[in-house]
């Protein structure tokens, strides 16, 4: 899925964050978007219509009352072939009329007119964020379905530091492209296990399975792109919450394994990312284990209840999805697990090259067969994935 083609309408606002919207259009226009510019007159002060132009090759709108514009309908017509009205940046002030339904100038009057999705990308001042007004106003523009790309925590041209900068101009078409992924999740209810399990040893040490986390929240983020409802059980990780994600942080397999079974009723698709560790202590030490003249301490284990395989033999199961990483022979052990947790679906890798990595390469496993899903950020892998488990459940539907 590529942005090519898509007609964007590039709306600024005033703020020192639209120097970053030159950039953020030529990215677009390099990604194949058409771009119309229209700006706000506090934006014009902080960077000129000349300049938006130059990168856009198109004329830029001001004025609602352009003469251009013959019968002063400008509002409808610049906005009604677009795909996307982007703001960005999207000022406090912009935001409230938005949420308000103000229009007393152009783009005000664009975006209240508009038949496309709004996307806002806010920039603003840390205090102006955390005014409980602009957070009312969020809630509202949230409620009434509007995307948001960002902001950001970070240092601020005021000097001041926290949360109310402007995501990059990349990052702002990253979101872009999530917002016009498929929706072929939509009404689905999914359940994503993500990161590792810790089991305790005693109260300061864990046993624990190497997992950034990465690829479950990768599955998570794209199945709420591609319109489901998200439930993410988390083991300890320092990942942020994809948007619009219901996360619940558990530590141990034990504890998974009770908000997966809290869960599961009424989830139509399972898809276990988590690496949960196969072995818990037998009987944790209630207290510190002290060294003892070189005499190691011996550890006994016990297994932990396999997750995927519970929720698979259940009557009326989810859809589910296994993953496998493994050290080698990924095809024989894919295969293998497969038929041994009983699930339609296992998403494989060879574990040492995407252990914390960004990029994955999954093999997927079903009933025809095996399919490559060819190498790529985690995000990218997530939404073929989706695609693919879209895809068997409509034909299992047919
Ligand atoms: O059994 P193994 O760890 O090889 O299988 C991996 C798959 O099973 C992953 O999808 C993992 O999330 C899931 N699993 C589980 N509960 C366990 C062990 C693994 O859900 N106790």
Request: hydrophobic residues 45%; glycine residues 8%.
């Amino acid at each position: 899925m590529t942005l090519k083609g898509k007609k964007i309408l590039l709306g600024m606002t005033g703020g020192i964050a639209a120097y970053k919207a030159g950039e953020l259009a030529r990215l677009l226009g390099k990604a194949g978007c058409d771009v119309r510019v229209a700006m706000t007159e506090a934006a014009t002060r902080f960077i000129t219509p000349v300049t938006m132009q130059a990168l856009t090759g198109q004329t830029v709108w001001t004025d609602l009352w352009d003469p251009r514009v013959t019968d002063n309908m400008s509002h409808i017509e610049l906005s009604r072939d677009r795909d996307l009205i982007l703001i960005a940046p999207a000022s406090a002030d912009f935001l409230a009329k938005v949420a308000h339904g103000l229009a007393d100038d152009l783009l005000s009057t664009l975006v209240l007119a508009r038949r496309c999705g709004l996307m806002v990308a806010p920039a603003m001042n840390v205090e102006m964020w955390d005014n409980p007004v602009t957070q009312r106003n969020l809630r509202a523009l949230r409620e009434d379905g509007i995307a948001f790309a960002g902001p950001a925590a970070g240092d601020q041209a005021c000097g001041e530091t926290g949360m109310g900068r402007m995501l990059e101009p990349a990052d702002i078409v990253a979101e872009i492209e999530a917002f016009f992924q498929p929706k072929a999740l939509a009404g689905k209810r999914v359940l994503v296990t993500a990161g590792p399990t810790e089991e305790p040893i005693d109260p300061v040490r864990v046993i624990t399975n190497s997992s950034s986390g990465k690829m479950g929240y990768a599955v998570a983020r794209a199945a709420r792109e591609a319109g489901a409802s998200v439930t993410l059980v988390s083991g300890p990780v320092s990942l942020a919450t994809p948007a619009g994600v219901r996360r619940v942080d558990v530590r141990s397999a034990q504890q998974m394994f009770n908000e997966v079974k809290a869960a599961v009723e009424g989830s139509d698709i399972f898809i276990s990312v988590a690496a949960v560790a196969d072995w818990r202590m037998k009987k944790p030490f209630a207290k510190k284990i002290k060294k003892a003249n070189g005499r190691a301490p011996v550890l006994e284990f016990e297994e932990n209840p396999d997750i995927l395989a519970w929720v698979a033999a259940r009557k009326n199961p989810p859809f589910c999805v296994g993953f496998a990483a493994e050290s080698e022979r990924v095809e024989a052990n894919a295969k293998a697990k497969r038929a041994r947790k009983g699930v339609p679906l296992i998403a494989a890798n060879l574990a040492q090259s995407a252990l914390g990595a960004d990029d994955n390469a999954i093999t997927l496993y079903d009933a025809r067969g095996s399919h490559s899903l060819g190498r790529g950020p985690k995000l990218e892998q997530a939404r073929k994935l989706l695609a693919h488990v879209a895809g068997m459940l409509q034909k299992a539907k047919r």
